[in-house]
């Protein structure tokens, strides 16, 4: 299915800045004015509070410089758990806590996928002569953190302190002492993923993928064969246990046929969910999703949320109105009811710690531009009717919800980078539990404006505009296009590193004197699931490029703008769109900042291969489809000069993408630099790595845009 092929060509991906090919092999261009001060913002992830409400957690970077901050009850005082201080490249992320709140696992190392669990040795980007692993730390008790295993992932604490994690994709176990040899639980023909524990600590689910289906296991320790829970040829799925520990709750995605469906339209992908016996393996469905494209399974990040709550019901996300929605129905089967009805998509979702209510973020509210904004809700899992918490022309995503009622989140606002906030359980009294690190230029920023335009199919489009310090003269502009797809520019600060990266560099170019324009195009959330699935999008016929083009469009006919010096910039589905933009248009885009973007759909993996059978389906149709739908088919109308920058260890846009076009470009002369980061991957994991791509990105849109 297209959509399917799309979203694990470019799943999480995005945008942002750009390199300096033009300065001399070893020695570096000095950063623009002040580039560093809009770069000196604190990026805050993860953040996570145990089963008990009593602790919450969070990482932070810096600089490149990352750090584990903890807080606890009843005064929630940060402290950082950490102490990094280099620019090593060395995520930090899988946070979690044991149910009481004592231990906390983390993974240190990795990214993007974590590529080597897939034969791909963890990246490297900062060129260490050693190559580095990836690895699970734990704190007990808020102690000295300790680095307990290598070559792993996916730790996760039993309510009795047990750790598992995954490695080469079986299910291991390591005594948190330290004193014990770790050791692997048990062995499995599959790989296996979403661990999940029993209440009790004593039962292991997990999720055994093998190629075109998988199967929900149980472990129930060293003397009972694995459990499977009504084995069939589907994709099971998202397990969950009953508070008492007796059923497990999931979900069954059937597929879809391969060679017998178009690769080139949306086929219904419906799911159900099954609750079955954590002893004998035998279960029922108990609620389907309708047969028509709005009862496919979410394709919107984060998936489903299934989860049990009090009173013996189920809650799980689904878009069956056209949005992804809240919904509720008995563990023993009936009705699906929704929760959240409106016009609105709902994200992060967490259950409180009694079960009786949903915390969740969704672009819902009644200020102008909440749809390009998060604010945090409250719902209760048996009725209707969600309540706002924190409303306003902030942002505030990830609720955790504490012990008291209370819910800790990351707000931020379009000029105060983001910061760990708790508020009181009906949302007010927020008050900010950390400050944000580095002498930030607040002063710099200016709040975006939310604008709309419409593409010529009619399609209604939003974005977001950057207007520079007021002056005579007529601005360049440029058209920022994010990646993804399935992603959202806010009016703010993001919750995702990557673009809130981009949304600090759409602020500085703002200030260098462009106006710029940030397009939510077709193929990217919050607008409806309708909005996200567009026809003849992608590889199928790029229909989202008229909505860059209108955007440029609306820049031209602004006041402020001269119509003859408008760029564009953006990264991964966003490169992909400015290659298209100068192929196809360099008439209106004089020049562009194309970051591992897609060059030629034909190039996919997985997609270029013919299915190994006698049925072909519409390959030789989707082929060509493809092909027509790159920015290479139209690569001879390609004039404009062009910045490209890729890392060479890119696990999501290979990197033969850039070679590819570079050479195609040179062949026929079309003036074109490149930056090249050896080692990076495609969210690059150094602080340097963004500094020399911002460097380069500005002076290149400086050069070509305001000579």
Do not use: C
Request: no cysteine; aromatic share 10%; proline share 8%.
């Amino acid at each position: 299915m297209f959509k399917q092929t799309l979203l694990a060509f470019v799943a999480g991906v995005a945008m942002i800045g750009a390199l300096d090919a033009a300065a001399a092999p070893g020695a570096p261009a000095a950063p623009p004015a002040k580039l560093a001060a809009f770069m000196d913002y604190s990026f805050i992830d993860a953040l996570t509070a145990s089963e008990s409400g009593n602790r919450i957690a969070w990482t932070e970077t810096h600089k490149g410089a990352r750090n584990i901050w903890i807080a606890e009850a009843p005064d929630f005082h940060p402290r950082r758990l950490t102490d990094g201080t280099a620019d090593d490249g060395m995520e930090l992320a899988a946070l979690n806590f044991s149910p009481d709140g004592k231990i906390l696992a983390w993974t240190r190392g990795g990214g993007e996928g974590n590529g080597w669990a897939n034969g791909m040795p963890p990246p490297n980007p900062a060129s260490a002569v050693e190559q580095p692993h990836k690895e699970i730390w734990i704190s007990v008790a808020g102690g000295a953190p300790v680095r307990l295993v290598q070559d792993a992932e996916a730790p996760l604490l039993s309510s009795t302190g047990q750790l598992v994690y995954l490695k080469e994709g079986q299910v291991w176990t390591a005594d948190v002492t330290g004193k014990e040899k770790p050791k692997k639980l048990f062995y499995d023909r599959g790989r296996v993923g979403q661990l999940a524990w029993s209440p009790d600590g004593t039962r292991l689910a997990f999720v055994s993928r093998r190629g075109d289906h998988s199967f929900i296991g149980v472990y129930s320790g060293p003397d009972h064969p694995l459990t499977w829970l009504a084995p069939a040829t589907a994709f099971d799925g998202n397990p969950v246990w009953s508070p008492d520990g007796q059923r497990i709750a999931f979900s069954r995605m059937a597929g879809i046929a391969g060679p017998l469906a178009s690769s080139l339209v949306e086929a219904p992908n419906p799911f159900s969910i099954w609750v079955g016996s954590s002893t004998d393996g035998t279960a029922s469905a108990v609620w389907r999703s309708p047969t028509d494209l709005n009862g496919s399974f979410p394709e919107v990040p984060g998936g489903l949320f299934l989860m049990w709550g009090a009173g013996d019901r189920l809650t799980f996300r689904a878009e069956m109105d056209g949005w992804p929605h809240l919904y509720s129905l008995p563990a023993a089967g009936g009705e699906a009811s929704l929760l959240t009805p409106g016009p609105f998509m709902v994200e992060h979702v967490a259950m409180t710690p009694d079960r009786r209510a949903l915390l969740f973020s969704a672009n819902s509210g009644a200020a102008e531009g909440d749809t390009d904004r998060r604010h945090i809700f409250r719902v209760a899992i048996d009725r209707p009717g969600p309540t706002a918490l924190t409303p306003g022309t902030g942002l505030e995503w990830t609720p955790a919800p504490l012990a008291d009622g209370r819910v800790a989140y990351v707000s931020s606002t379009p000029t105060m980078p983001l910061r760990v906030t708790i508020a009181n359980p009906d949302g007010h009294g927020a008050h900010p539990v950390t400050t944000p690190e580095g002498d930030y230029a607040a002063n710099g920023l200016v709040p975006p404006k939310p604008v709309t335009f419409t593409a010529p199919d009619g399609l209604l489009v939003h974005g977001q505009l950057f207007m520079p310090p007021a002056g005579k003269a007529k601005h360049p502009a440029l058209v920022f296009v994010h990646g993804g797809p399935p992603r959202q520019m806010l009016l703010g600060w993001s919750y995702m590193d990557y673009y809130t990266h981009a949304y600090a560099m759409n602020q500085y170019l703002a200030s260098r004197g462009f106006v710029v324009l940030s397009v939510n195009y077709r193929l990217g959330i919050g607008y409806g699931r309708a909005f996200q699935h567009a026809e003849k999008a992608g590889l199928a016929g790029d229909s989202e490029y008229q909505d860059v083009v209108a955007g440029a469009h609306f820049l031209q006919a602004l006041p402020q703008v001269d119509p003859n010096r408008l760029g564009i910039w953006g990264g991964s589905y966003g490169g992909l769109l400015t290659a298209q933009a100068l192929a196809r248009n360099s008439d209106i885009f004089k020049a562009g900042v194309d970051f591992h973007g897609v060059h030629d759909w034909s190039l996919t993996p997985g997609l270029a291969s013919r299915p190994q059978r006698y049925e072909q389906g519409d390959h030789d149709e989707m082929m060509k489809s493809a092909f027509d739908s790159s920015p290479e088919a139209a690569i001879a109308g390609w004039k404009s000069p062009v910045l490209l920058i890729h890392g060479d260890d890119d696990r999501n846009v290979r990197f033969d993408q850039t070679t590819d076009i570079a050479r195609r470009l040179a062949a026929q002369g079309t003036p074109f630099e490149e930056l090249i980061l050896p080692n990076e991957i495609h969210e690059f994991l150094r602080y340097d790595s963004w500094v020399k791509a911002d460097t380069a990105t500005v002076r290149f849109l400086e050069d070509k845009l305001k000579p």
